[in-house]
């Protein structure tokens, strides 16, 4: 496999998708992937196709040194599935949302974000659009666990 490709899903595509996005393209450079490992993130709902990723999502990110101001929301298209090799939900909302969408050849590729990081004890990444800073860092915390598990995984099963 010349590379793998990943896509992080929410519902918007401007809180939690993109942080994860941001720190897991972050994560491929650190280690020098870049070219071997391709991201993107999306909606579920096309609620914020074409907007930046959410003022707090981008200061929480940039506060730890990764950069989201490059990110556009757009939303989940069917081609998605055929695309992408790993299609990640951030709650099990999002989960059953890409499972109903996927056609049924590719379900294998859907994946929960907090399943790469057990030991965090969560299964889902919250929503922290309605809620105050905290939830924003929260948010940072649980996708960059997941992504050290997610990048593991990758390279194991992928890269060798």
Do not use: W
């Not at 059953?96 to 990081?117: G, Q, T």
């Amino acid at each position: 496999m010349d590379s793998v490709r990943v896509l992080f899903v929410c519902m918007g595509n401007i809180c939690r998708s993109p942080t994860a996005h941001g720190v897991f393209r972050s994560l491929v450079q650190q280690h020098g992937l870049q070219g071997r490992v391709l991201i993107d993130s999306a909606g579920t709902h096309a609620y914020h196709v074409g907007s930046p990723p959410d003022r707090r999502s981008q200061e929480t990110a940039a506060r730890r040194g990764v950069d989201l101001s490059d990110l556009v929301a757009r939303r989940v298209d069917e081609t998605d599935f055929d695309t992408f090799d790993y299609v990640i939900a951030m709650d099990q909302e999002n989960f059953m949302s890409l499972s109903r969408k996927c056609p049924d050849e590719h379900v294998n590729k859907i994946f929960m974000l907090m399943d790469f990081a057990p030991e965090m004890r969560t299964r889902e990444v919250p929503d922290p659009y309605y809620g105050g800073a905290a939830g924003f860092e929260r948010v940072y915390d649980l996708v960059l666990a997941a992504s050290e598990g997610l990048l593991d995984d990758i390279r194991r099963r992928h890269l060798g």
